[in-house]
């Protein structure tokens, strides 16, 4: 079974500008929840997507967003970045939701200059 | 509203030594536990988890982890450590009833010396 994908792996990008990253969870998986880790503030829960439906979301500003396809994968965009969003964000899925065993893909780096 | 402390952001072991990761957490309702571990430039593994029943949770690699309610703690442990393990551990909670979401601890970074 392959695990999680997240795609792409470094990404660099200036301020203002917005980017989507991209997470494919295990066949079969339909929860699927995206994290930021930074050095100063480790890891942070962004939102999880449940059968399309955003079912929780933490503190992030509006900037951050994202969506669920019916295939279960997701995409995460982060609008108007600023140089506080460099961080490395990781993608997890499982069967129904946050209470089981998360399967975390390897992340997306992303660099705002 | 639910917190997670994991005391020490670094700990340091040589090889065959007693491994103790500490976390503690606050929480409402019964929570749900779990221990995650980071090898470098990789996604977390769940090294096990707590949901309810007994409060000795045994997971992957030798580690284990004791559920103890009245000191809010859910302390990570090795009986001897390995090179392999060297990596960073994170506690997180979880509040099932209350419907919230997961909270990761700040981390820590474990090192080990042969």
């Known amino acids: 079974k392959a695990g999680v994908t997240q795609t792409p792996r470094y990404l660099i990008k200036t301020r203002g500008q917005q980017v989507t990253l991209s997470c494919s969870p295990i066949s079969g998986h339909r929860s699927v929840s995206w994290y930021q880790q930074t050095p100063g503030q480790g890891l942070q829960f962004l939102f999880e997507y449940f059968s399309e439906t955003q079912r929780n979301k933490g503190n992030f500003p509006g900037r951050f967003s994202g969506r669920q396809f019916s295939n279960s994968r997701s995409e995460m965009n982060v609008s108007t970045l600023e140089l506080g969003d460099s961080a490395l964000y990781l993608c997890a899925s499982s069967l129904q939701g946050l209470d089981e065993k998360l399967f975390f893909g390897s992340g997306t780096q992303l660099s705002v200059l | 509203a639910q917190s997670v402390t994991q005391l020490g952001s670094h700990v340091s072991v040589s090889e065959g030594a007693l491994v103790l990761l500490r976390c503690n957490y606050s929480?409402?309702?019964?929570?749900?536990l779990f221990w995650y571990v980071q090898y470098p430039n990789q996604g977390l593994q769940l090294l096990l988890k707590?949901?309810?029943?007994?409060?000795l949770v045994k997971g992957i690699n030798g580690f284990e982890a004791e559920f103890k309610k009245s000191e809010t703690s859910f302390h990570l442990t090795k009986p001897s450590a390995h090179m392999s393990d060297a990596a960073e551990y994170f506690c997180a909670v979880s509040e099932p009833q209350a419907g919230t979401a997961l909270i990761f601890g700040k981390g820590t970074t474990l090192s080990v010396s042969s």
């Open positions: 707590y949901t309810t029943g007994a409060t």
């Open positions: 929480s409402s309702v019964p929570p749900y």
